[in-house]
């Protein structure tokens, strides 16, 4: 594993989608296809998560030794309400892409802030409008909720993914990221 993907997965950080449009024209950015279904998972979904949730730690280059902790992770994450997953199903592939999303809270605007931990859409969603729709859905449910903002990293070298954020809105910060890894 390089080393930038190495940081990336120790980061968790959304994964390429392939299906975003050039950063300098946001207001132009198409509408998702309109056949892209986006819901919330919910324990009747764990097992079709977990396919793609382990399909972004390919991605990633994450080695699990348990071939069963990313379905328990995303498992007692929903169980537990500690996150909201996404799930994007398009019509003759499936359920292509997930998108998980942490609850946090931000100091400087004294409100609820959200993390978009994870994004992804296996090769055969993509160029689909599934990533997009998923980050539609977050940032909809995101106002409807009233939260400050919705914060994500990607790595440097996933421009595709940049592509997608900055056509829906997203700015680039001047914040270094640091990670101290305990594991």
Do not use: C
Not at 18 to 39: F, Y
Request: glycine share 8%; aromatic share 8%.
């Amino acid at each position: 594993m390089n080393g930038q993907a190495q940081a990336a997965a120790q980061q968790d950080v959304p994964s390429p989608t392939e299906d975003s449009a050039p950063a300098s024209a946001p207001a132009a950015a198409p509408d998702p296809a309109p056949e892209v279904a986006v819901r919330a998972a919910g324990e009747a979904d764990v097992e079709a998560a977990a396919v793609l949730f382990r399909g972004y730690l390919d991605f990633y280059e994450v080695t699990i030794e348990d071939p069963d902790a990313p379905r328990a992770f995303l498992a007692e994450r929903i169980a537990k309400d500690e996150s909201l997953v996404l799930l994007a199903d398009v019509p003759d592939a499936g359920t292509v892409g997930f998108a998980q999303v942490y609850r946090g809270f931000s100091s400087l605007s004294l409100r609820t802030a959200w993390v978009l931990n994870d994004l992804y859409v296996a090769p055969e969603g993509r160029r689909t409008g599934a990533g997009r729709a998923l980050l539609r859905e977050v940032l909809r449910r995101a106002r409807e909720a009233g939260v400050s903002g919705v914060q994500l990293e990607t790595a440097y070298d996933n421009t595709v993914a940049q592509g997608l954020y900055e056509a829906e809105g997203f700015v680039r910060e001047e914040f270094h990221v640091y990670f101290h890894d305990l594991g």
